[in-house]
């Protein structure tokens, strides 16, 4: 029998089913678990043992009196802290917000909770999700349980290192150029993106509106899968959630992939290209194939420009959606402030000033550049058009091919420390990725092999915008035909 | 006299607060209460981090309504702006509104030029749009120095802003454009337009174009005028402004090309403009498109249910007024005027009596008088439209004199004071005691006395002396109560040709 932090998201849920397995046992597990790895791998920022019992206990109670329970049948979820969570700390991996309670519940945490979801802490991130290695929060760093002098990826790094490490089977982040796929590689999880739209982004503390979302990560595609059906849906609060069916995710799997068109990208397989993701990425295209999928080569003509689009649209809304923390009304404030002799202007510069870490400001600055008189045109609006010519790309691709395969990231998880110093070749980790914000499509990360000096290798697979179903069946048979990666050793 | 040396250009910015339930993107109460700060909000006012905006379409209908009453182009398809700046009563450091694709533009706003109805002046509105209000900072007024406060109860509360072109030639035409704008906003019921609370405001934007001998013309700097809380204001603070800009000119010289927009503020107390320092330097708002809202896209028909829920304009009604009650144009702006309470109140008046003249008249001279006596809406005053009408019907159907239906009004009046219910029938009641004597038979006989009585005065009579015929109407109404005076007058000066 396999310790439960190895199991599968099915056989945890078949157990809690049947009675075998309590939410309070498996909480438990959980909570020791953090308890024993936490330290080292800084996964978790913080942990709310008791209102997590508490609620397992609840589940737990329900289902021992014959009442229905809700899809998660109390399995424990770890939220990345940037999702709004009433009366938790939500900092955003930010001494900005270091004080900062929500006093109001994200949708994801009402559907998380009504679907009896145990919620056990709150994730480490890159500050304000600005980042590929969880090097930027002021929690610290985060390393990845594969090997601890690596980085877990970013900006969710403590989301994939703690469902990695078995601290938790499910866990939230959020995507805005990758930040749920390149971690989920790294860390040998599964990860997905849904569509923009899929999920309400209502609580999730906004980088780039137009281009965030919030996403599940698990051990399996059948555990991203159950996630992602509990927090997607309608929501009237936020007016770019799109009210289209919820397909019932999990029910579709071993579906023969017989007739799957699969699509890769020559561009993908160019320089920068790590040789052993390379193979590692072509087998796992190989294997869709032998498993009856046809595989063909799309063209994308304009992602080479995704990058620098990218960091255009990405810091321009950050730049004017992180201008509210100003030190006024809530969050850091400046001590080095005398009303006698400072001006309003000193209060919001210093405050801002001690409140946000380099990266961010570097993004601040870059946005504000960008949206300046007589530069709004050259760059932002320019950017807006480039990105239509890409979604126009995908629309292209996908009217010949389903899904579109390739690599995550250029390289498995490289060393903390290693792209610290140097913003643009950290910005280079999200080159696979940042197109599908971009285009609003979903994409999903999926375990395809390890390098010889045992990091794992992720297989990204993306469809067309709403075709989640689809891309959860591929995911499935990628990873079932795939080899197994094995179970973290937590070096 | 030579002729002016200089042309006033205005242009006036109105904003206008929408009287919603709630705010334009959230569900907080959109009320006036500065005596409870920070007690209409929700995360998505303050501006919380994870809070969304999501549309109020009420307010975008009344933002539509107003556009379409004032003769807007309204474009299919209408977007979001960020309009970004730090300021403490902006939580989010960018206020919503609309930039480069406002909902409605090009419209127009007639005004009459004078108050004896001279020609209409059309002015024309560049765009109107619908934005967010910002909060309000608080500092302590008593001068010891406390801390200030932030009251965020008016942030997000729906904002329209109407934009005319420089088309107003006058402080007093800049007074009648504000005045005629009210009206209209009042009319079409989507604002309160207290300008003491606030929700209605105005900027001016104001220079002038001297006339050079040589025959061209030089255009001085523009001035933002603000802080004017009343219609008064707003004209002395352009009339202060234009003679200060003229004598800026004489003196510097300084054309619109050597100085960029300044503003100044309205010292209401000492009467003059003062030059306002900025907030900030807030010349770059960074304007770009709200990723948070989606646009709105509207449909003819979605367009053509608004137009239809219009109701009648004041400048459709004035019109009306002329034509169906004959009005004079200057009766018709004063009964506007004061309002829709007192219009709806002339109105049925009106449809009681069925007489325009009569009914101005009275509603004009009495009713206004003692509402304004009173301080009390028309919809609190005790002589109601049906009382009122019913009175006036007995002057209409000749059966009442003006002078008689004075007193039963003065009685209706002070029974009111004494808090007694006046019905339809007390009045009727009333004015049947005071009936015109139709009983010709008794007047033909106090006449034919009167004129026995008098033959000195006949004799001036029969020689054209119209006047002499006073003593013997004294006598004939003296004698029968109920006579219509100009009926007396009448037989008399007939029955004198006659005999
Ligand atoms: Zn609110």
């Not at chain 1, 001494?95 to 679907?115: G, K, S």
């Not at chain 2, 474009?75 to 930039?99: E, V």
């Amino acid at each position: 029998m396999p310790e439960l932090y190895e199991q599968s998201t099915e056989s945890l849920l078949s157990a809690l089913n049947a009675g075998d397995l309590s939410s309070r046992t498996l909480t438990t597990a959980c909570l020791d678990r953090i308890d024993q790895l936490n330290k080292k791998l800084n996964a978790f920022v913080s942990v709310n043992a008791d209102a997590a019992l508490a609620k397992a206990d609840a589940v737990d109670k329900r289902r021992a009196t014959g009442q229905t329970i809700g899809l998660l049948q109390g399995l424990p979820v770890g939220v990345k802290d940037n999702i709004c969570q009433a009366g938790v700390a939500t900092t955003c991996g930010s001494r900005m917000l270091h004080n900062y309670c929500p006093p109001y519940d994200a949708h994801v945490v009402e559907q998380l909770n009504a679907e009896d979801g145990v919620i056990v802490g709150q994730l480490n991130m890159d500050e304000f999700a600005m980042g590929s290695s969880t090097e930027t929060s002021a929690s610290g760093v985060t390393r990845n349980p594969w090997n601890p002098e690596h980085s877990p990826g970013g900006s969710s790094g403590g989301a994939a290192a703690a469902v990695a490490a078995g601290m938790v089977p499910l866990a939230l982040g959020s995507d805005t150029g990758g930040s749920i796929r390149q971690p989920a590689s790294f860390c040998g999880v599964v990860g997905m993106k849904p569509t923009y739209g899929r999920v309400s982004r209502f609580g999730l503390v906004a980088f780039a509106s137009s281009l965030d979302q919030i996403g599940p990560f698990a051990r399996d595609v059948h555990g991203a899968a159950l996630l992602l059906q509990v927090i997607s849906g309608h929501d009237t609060r936020d007016t770019t959630s799109v009210d289209s069916v919820v397909a019932n995710y999990t029910g579709q799997f071993n579906q023969s992939l017989e007739g799957l068109r699969i699509g890769i990208v020559d561009e993908h397989y160019g320089e920068g290209l790590d040789d052993e993701v390379e193979a590692a990425v072509r087998r796992g295209i190989e294997r869709l194939e032998s498993a009856g999928a046809t595989v063909k080569s799309v063209k994308l003509p304009h992602a080479r420009y995704s990058v620098a689009t990218y960091y255009l649209i990405a810091p321009s809304e950050a730049s004017s959606n992180l201008a509210r923390y100003d030190g006024i009304h809530y969050g850091h404030r400046t001590e080095d402030f005398n009303s006698r002799n400072d001006g309003l202007i000193d209060l919001y510069c210093r405050s801002r000033g001690e409140g946000f870490g380099a990266e961010v400001k570097r993004r601040i600055m870059l946005g504000t550049y960008a949206l300046s008189a007589g530069y709004y045109d050259a760059y932002y609006l320019k950017a807006l058009k480039v990105r239509r010519r890409i979604r126009e790309d995908f629309d292209k691709a996908f009217a010949e091919v389903d899904i579109i395969a390739g690599p995550v990231a250029p390289t498995a998880a490289f060393r903390i420390g290693e792209k610290m110093n140097d913003p643009l070749a950290m910005y280079l980790s999200d080159i696979y990725t940042i197109s599908a914000n971009l285009a609003g499509i979903p994409g999903i990360s999926v375990p395809c092999g390890l390098t010889t000096n045992g990091l794992p290798i992720g297989l990204q697979l993306q469809a067309s915008t709403f075709s989640e179903t689809t891309l959860l069946q591929a995911a499935a048979m990628a990873e079932t035909s795939g080899d197994t990666i094995g179970v973290c050793p937590v070096a | 006299m030579s002729s002016p040396s200089y042309t006033v250009i205005i242009g006036l910015e109105v904003h206008t607060q929408l009287k919603t339930n709630s705010k334009l993107f959230c569900s907080c109460a959109n009320e006036f209460n500065p005596d409870n700060p920070n007690t209409q909000t929700c995360p998505v006012c303050l501006g919380l981090p994870g809070a969304l905006p999501v549309m109020n379409r009420h307010a975008f209908d009344l933002s539509l309504k107003t556009a379409l009453a004032l003769n807007c182009t309204i474009p299919h398809f209408t977007k979001w702006d960020r309009k970004q700046y730090y300021y403490p009563d902006l939580p989010k450091a960018y206020q919503i509104s609309q930039f480069d694709l406002p909902f409605s533009e090009n419209g127009w706003l007639e005004i009459t030029n004078d108050e004896d109805g001279g020609p209409v002046r059309r002015i024309n509105i560049t765009r109107a749009h619908l934005e967010e209000d910002a909060g309000k900072n608080v500092h302590d007024e008593s001068g010891q120095g406390g801390d200030s406060g932030v009251d965020l109860n008016r942030t997000g509360t729906p904002l329209l802003e109407i934009v005319s072109e420089p088309d107003l030639r006058s402080a007093s035409e800049a007074r009648r454009y504000l005045e005629e704008m009210r009206t209209l906003l009042l009319f079409i019921e989507v604002s309160d337009c207290n300008m003491q609370e606030g929700s209605l405001r105005c900027d001016a934007n104001v220079n002038l174009h001297i006339h050079n001998e040589d025959g061209t013309t030089t255009a001085t700097p523009i001035v933002e005028l603000k802080n004017m809380n009343s219609f008064r204001n707003v004209e002395m603070a352009i009339d202060y402004e234009v003679k200060r800009q003229h004598s800026e000119f004489k003196k510097t010289g300084k054309t619109i090309d050597d100085s960029s927009k300044v503003t100044r503020g309205w010292d209401a107390e000492r009467s003059v403009t003062f030059a306002q320092r900025e907030k900030e330097d807030v010349s770059d708002y960074r304007f770009f498109p709200d990723p948070d809202l989606v646009p709105v896209v509207l449909t003819e028909s979605e367009i053509e249910v608004v137009r239809r829920s219009l109701p009648e304009t004041p400048a459709v009604k004035r019109d009306r007024f002329r034509t169906e009650h004959g009005l004079t144009e200057y009766d018709a702006s004063v009964i506007i005027g004061q309002g829709p309470g007192i219009t709806a109140y002339f109105e049925a008046v009106v449809f009681a009596c069925g007489d325009g003249k009569i009914a101005v008249n009275w509603v004009t001279q009495d009713v206004l008088r003692d509402l304004n006596a009173s301080e009390s809406g028309v919809d609190d005053f005790p002589i109601t439209s049906d009382l009122l009408g019913t009175l006036l019907k007995w002057i209409t159907s000749e059966r009442l004199t003006n002078k008689s239906a004075r007193e039963v009004y003065a009685i209706l009046k002070k029974r009111a004071v004494t808090g007694d219910e006046i019905s339809v029938q007390d009045v009727e009641t009333l004015a049947a005691e005071r009936e015109i004597v139709r009983d010709t038979g008794a007047l033909e006989a106090a006449i034919a006395a009167a004129i026995a009585s008098r033959p000195d005065a006949v004799e001036d009579v029969k020689t054209g002396k119209l006047q002499a015929v006073g003593p013997m109407m004294g006598m004939v109404m003296k004698q029968v109560g109920g006579a219509d005076p100009k009926e007396v007058r009448a037989m008399l000066i007939s029955m004198i040709q006659d005999s």
